[in-house]
């Protein structure tokens, strides 16, 4: 193999950033400074998943990975009955130094990853559609409540923005275009699947491709099946199942319980106390406006000349709930930080549809659009709850 195609040229980068280089700086700048005020809280020592992964980096024990004849640095040993490479070698990387200083590294290298992903969620729906969305996307991304003190400055959820642009990536099938770039896009989706079990969405949708859209399947998709179905079967092989079991009931309940993401603060804090009857028709009452609303943005902006963004929006919703559905069934309750990736879609999905809206010649299309804006505002104090 050349060894030009394994090295970016320089024309190759020039090419990529010029056009999207303002763009670029702009989101970086502005989702890097919320992401290092979201968690510049964070607790000055080595706490909760991130204990664990330190833990086991420094003195790690048996049993090992069923791969460790492979791995004599236990990367490949799984956490929680799945790999996570990516968060095995970030561990490694950070305890080059001490470890006293370890959370101020991994608040530093979050902050950076969280914002090298906004900026190409940014750049995926800017090539979509126009700038100004790809940014209202990453800030979507940036501000919409999840616990920040968890979910920013640790190691452990690094993979989770990671997801959600994958999911863009490949429903908005926008690909760099010079082989060093696509290499780059196909190591990182193998990582990723090496390191989250949630990426299982984002082969499904290529498998579907391949099977719906046989005709205009591209080269790089092709590839990406194949990296991922590799790097799928590391994770079938080392996976550990929990017991963990969910009965109907016990579902539709932790299914209910998403609706906390689109409440105010207030509600969220009594995620699992007794509420007033007020308390319930907010909690309940807004998702079922906001799903009626979207509905109805969805109708007016088939009636634009943006049915395009239409399409994907719905792809996007569909995931949404499809992710959540397997992210509760896998662990066996909903665990708060499983929203971020869902809502994250959702909110997404809903700047399309709005801006599709907003091009129609309806009379009140500003109506709906208000509407969705008014409780995405709402729902911004405070965090998600955390169970």
Same mark, same amino acid.
């Given at each position: 193999?050349?060894?030009?195609?394994?090295?970016?040229?320089?024309?190759?980068?020039?090419?990529?950033?010029?056009?999207? /280089?303002?763009?670029?700086?702009?989101?970086?700048? @502005?989702?890097?400074?919320?992401?290092?005020?979201?968690?510049?809280?964070?607790?000055?020592?080595?706490?909760?998943?991130?204990?664990?992964?330190?833990?086991?980096?420094?003195?790690?024990?048996?049993?090992?990975?069923?791969?460790?004849?492979?791995?004599?640095?236990?990367?490949?040993?799984?956490?929680?009955?799945?790999?996570?490479?990516i968060l095995r070698l970030t561990t490694k990387f950070l305890l080059l130094w001490d470890t006293e200083t370890f959370?101020?590294?991994? =608040?530093?290298?979050?902050?950076?990853?969280?914002?090298?992903?906004? @900026?190409?969620?940014?750049?995926? +729906?800017?090539?979509?559609?126009?700038? =100004?969305?790809?940014?209202?996307?990453?800030?979507?991304?940036?501000i919409m409540p999840y616990s920040n003190l968890v979910m920013l400055a640790q190691v452990n959820t690094i993979y989770?923005?990671? @997801?959600?642009?994958m999911i863009i990536a490949v429903v908005t099938r926008r690909y760099p275009q010079s082989k060093g770039f696509q290499?780059?896009?196909?190591?990182?989706? /193998?990582?990723?699947?090496?390191?989250?079990?949630?990426?299982?969405?984002?082969?499904?949708?290529?498998?579907?491709?391949?099977?719906?859209? $046989?005709?205009?399947?591209?080269?790089?998709? $092709?590839?990406?099946?194949?990296?991922?179905?590799?790097?799928?079967?590391?994770?079938?092989?080392? =996976?550990?199942?929990?017991?963990?079991?969910?009965?109907?009931?016990?579902?539709?309940?932790?299914?209910?319980?998403?609706?906390?993401?689109?409440?105010?603060?207030?509600?969220?804090?009594?995620?699992?106390?007794?509420?007033?009857?007020?308390?319930? +028709?907010?909690? =309940?009452?807004?998702?079922?406006?906001? #799903?009626?609303?979207?509905?109805?943005?969805?109708?007016?902006?088939?009636?634009?000349?943006?049915?395009?963004?239409?399409?994907? *929006?719905?792809?996007?919703?569909?995931? /949404?709930?499809?992710?959540?559905?397997?992210?509760?069934?896998?662990?066996?309750?909903?665990?708060?930080?499983?929203?971020?990736?869902?809502?994250?879609?959702?909110? +997404?999905?809903?700047?399309?549809?709005?801006?599709?809206?907003?091009?129609?010649?309806?009379?009140?299309?500003?109506?709906?659009?208000?509407? @969705?804006? *008014?409780?995405? +505002?709402?729902?911004?104090? #405070?965090?998600?709850?955390?169970?």
């Amino acid at each position: 193999m050349h060894r030009g195609a394994l090295v970016l040229k320089t024309a190759d980068i020039r090419q990529f950033l010029r056009p999207n /280089a303002a763009l670029g700086a702009v989101t970086a700048l @502005v989702t890097g400074t919320i992401f290092l005020v979201r968690g510049h809280g964070y607790r000055r020592l080595i706490w909760g998943d991130d204990e664990l992964l330190v833990e086991h980096a420094i003195h790690r024990q048996t049993p090992f990975g069923r791969l460790h004849f492979i791995d004599p640095f236990g990367i490949l040993d799984p956490f929680a009955g799945y790999l996570i490479v990516i968060l095995r070698l970030t561990t490694k990387f950070l305890l080059l130094w001490d470890t006293e200083t370890f959370p101020l590294r991994a =608040y530093w290298l979050s902050s950076f990853i969280w914002t090298l992903i906004a @900026v190409c969620i940014a750049l995926l +729906i800017s090539g979509l559609t126009r700038p =100004y969305l790809g940014f209202l996307a990453a800030m979507a991304m940036t501000i919409m409540p999840y616990s920040n003190l968890v979910m920013l400055a640790q190691v452990n959820t690094i993979y989770m923005p990671a @997801v959600l642009a994958m999911i863009i990536a490949v429903v908005t099938r926008r690909y760099p275009q010079s082989k060093g770039f696509q290499i780059v896009v196909c190591v990182a989706f /193998a990582l990723v699947t090496l390191t989250s079990i949630t990426t299982i969405v984002v082969f499904g949708y290529l498998i579907s491709l391949v099977f719906f859209r $046989r005709h205009d399947v591209q080269l790089i998709e $092709r590839r990406l099946i194949w990296v991922m179905g590799l790097a799928l079967v590391l994770q079938l092989i080392s =996976y550990q199942p929990r017991g963990r079991m969910i009965s109907p009931s016990s579902f539709l309940h932790e299914f209910l319980l998403s609706s906390n993401a689109f409440a105010p603060q207030f509600v969220r804090e009594k995620i699992l106390e007794p509420k007033s009857a007020i308390e319930n +028709i907010i909690l =309940y009452g807004i998702p079922i406006l906001l #799903g009626i609303t979207v509905f109805v943005l969805v109708r007016l902006g088939n009636r634009s000349e943006c049915r395009s963004q239409i399409n994907i *929006a719905q792809h996007f919703f569909l995931i /949404a709930i499809l992710l959540l559905c397997m992210l509760i069934i896998g662990n066996g309750w909903l665990n708060s930080h499983y929203l971020f990736i869902p809502t994250g879609l959702f909110w +997404i999905g809903v700047i399309l549809v709005s801006d599709a809206t907003g091009n129609s010649t309806f009379r009140y299309r500003m109506l709906p659009i208000t509407v @969705v804006l *008014a409780i995405f +505002i709402l729902h911004l104090s #405070g965090t998600y709850f955390v169970i």
